[in-house]
């Protein structure tokens, strides 16, 4: 009796497409926190504080939770001991300094 090979045929189970879709939104590729340089931590450090001393508008890339975000508004206050920077918008956001990833002045 010889056997047909049927290749990953036989292990595919079979799926309704809204449960593709499903998995498809619970399995989003997750992104690691980039490591900043030196460089790179001084340049952010000059453009906050620039910006909060001119008060012009920025555009932040800031890390959270796998994924990179990107804000614009007008920065409020930097609390260093505290760990974050208060960014206006309509919103108002409250973001940690050790998640910046990029300032832009805009």
Do not use: A, C
Not at 11 to 22: A, I, N, Q, R
Not at 39 to 54: A, G, R, S
Not at 67 to 96: A, H, P
Request: charge should be negative; avoid cysteine; glycine fraction near 4%.
């Amino acid at each position: 009796m010889e056997v047909q090979e049927r290749g990953t045929m036989r292990w595919v189970s079979p799926m309704l497409p809204e449960h593709v879709e499903l998995l498809k939104e619970v399995f989003v590729e997750y992104k690691e926190k980039p490591i900043l340089n030196e460089q790179k931590m001084n340049e952010i450090d000059q453009t906050l504080k620039y910006v909060l001393k001119h008060q012009v508008n920025i555009e932040m890339t800031y890390y959270k939770e796998g994924e990179f975000l990107t804000l614009s508004g007008k920065l409020v206050r930097i609390d260093q001991r505290k760990g974050y920077i208060v960014l206006w918008n309509e919103d108002g956001f409250n973001i940690s300094l050790t998640s910046i990833i990029d300032v832009e002045i805009v």
